[in-house]
């Protein structure tokens, strides 16, 4: 009689167990869980590429000022930190080339070109 109530007792266990188990798998895979977890997915994929991203920008950044730094000593140009980048443009073109007024930055006006005009 025991050793009946013990296996009883096991298989009920184990029915349940596996039941439970079996359910939570179910609601896994239902289409809103689904879109939950790839939603999920997406946004710490986004989130790992932004970072990587950023960290690329600023890698770059530091690079370019580095051989900014190095052009300006091998040109012989004294790069103030608060002139703004065209001004430090037309200082250089002005140290090159200083019988010109205009650097060459400024860019030409635009004229409208219609091609139709030729026929």
Request: without cysteine; aromatic residues 8%.
């Amino acid at each position: 009689m025991f050793r009946r109530t013990f296996w009883f007792t096991t298989g009920v266990a184990a029915g349940v167990w596996a039941t439970t188990k079996v359910n939570r798998k179910l609601k896994q895979l239902t289409p809103e869980s689904l879109a939950v977890t790839a939603a999920n997915k997406a946004v710490e994929t986004g989130q790992r590429l932004k970072d990587r991203a950023v960290g690329f920008a600023l890698d770059v950044r530091d690079n370019m000022a580095q051989r900014e730094a190095e052009l300006g000593e091998a040109l012989g140009i004294d790069q103030d930190p608060e002139l703004s980048a065209p001004r430090r443009l037309a200082a250089i073109e002005n140290h090159r080339n200083d019988n010109r007024s205009t650097p060459k930055y400024i860019e030409a006006p635009m004229y409208s070109y219609n091609r139709n005009e030729d026929h």
